[in-house]
């Protein structure tokens, strides 16, 4: 998918010579983060509301608090996962956008990601998630599409929820008429099944023969 038409333009940005009062105006403005600060067209950073809520002489340019300015930003060409990666780990709701000429274009809003992702196939076709469990040094993403696959699913997608020095863990979503079937298959070949449904005859085996034992203890 292509994010460019989601870049924006509707805050300007500000200059590192502006000052502190002014990135405080625009704080109170519009509900963001951080504003980005440009030079020349060039990103020098983002400065952050909470930061400038700690200036007590807001009337100096941003250029004296320049210790206070984050660098981060997300390509033109940027994937909607990467995006949200980058929305996370920078702790925002505002990204800046350059070019591959390293120029500023403008920003995404961390609203108009998410409506993007949960638009895609994977979150909002109908489908049932199976978490799955297995050794890392068995794990194959070939071998999970393959078993939902030869059991007459589809696989709508699949991501690593979990991962340890060990074990992986992955969440994967199909549409299926019977998915007991799948999650048989999902053990015979050693999986875990972390998740739990109502149609799992294999547990709700195990449910039958613990309470048939229990009433045989209490006899």
Do not use: W
Request: charge should be negative; glycine fraction near 2%; charged fraction near 25%.
């Amino acid at each position: 998918m292509n994010l460019k038409e989601y870049i924006l333009n509707e805050i300007k940005e500000l200059a590192i010579s502006d000052s502190i009062k002014d990135a405080q105006k625009l704080f109170k403005k519009f509900p963001i983060t951080h504003i980005p600060i440009v030079e020349d067209n060039h990103l020098l950073g983002c400065l952050s509301e909470s930061d400038t809520q700690t200036i007590e002489d807001n009337n100096g340019p941003i250029s004296e608090h320049a210790h206070l300015i984050n660098f981060f930003f997300a390509r033109e060409n940027v994937t909607v996962l990467e995006l949200v990666k980058l929305f996370a780990d920078n702790d925002c709701n505002m990204m800046p956008v350059l070019n591959k000429e390293q120029q500023y274009l403008g920003y995404f809003e961390l609203s108009d990601t998410l409506d993007i992702f949960s638009t895609s196939p994977f979150l909002y076709n109908d489908g049932v998630e199976i978490v799955v469990e297995k050794l890392k040094k068995e794990f194959s993403t070939s071998e999970t599409s393959q078993i939902v696959e030869s059991n007459n699913g589809r696989l709508l997608g699949m991501y690593i929820s979990k991962e340890t020095p060990d074990m992986i863990q992955a969440t994967v979503k199909v549409v299926s008429e019977d998915i007991n079937e799948i999650i048989q298959t999902f053990r015979r070949y050693n999986y875990n099944i972390v998740s739990q449904y109502k149609d799992d005859f294999y547990l709700q085996d195990l449910k039958d023969r613990s309470d048939y034992l229990q009433k045989y203890l209490d006899m």
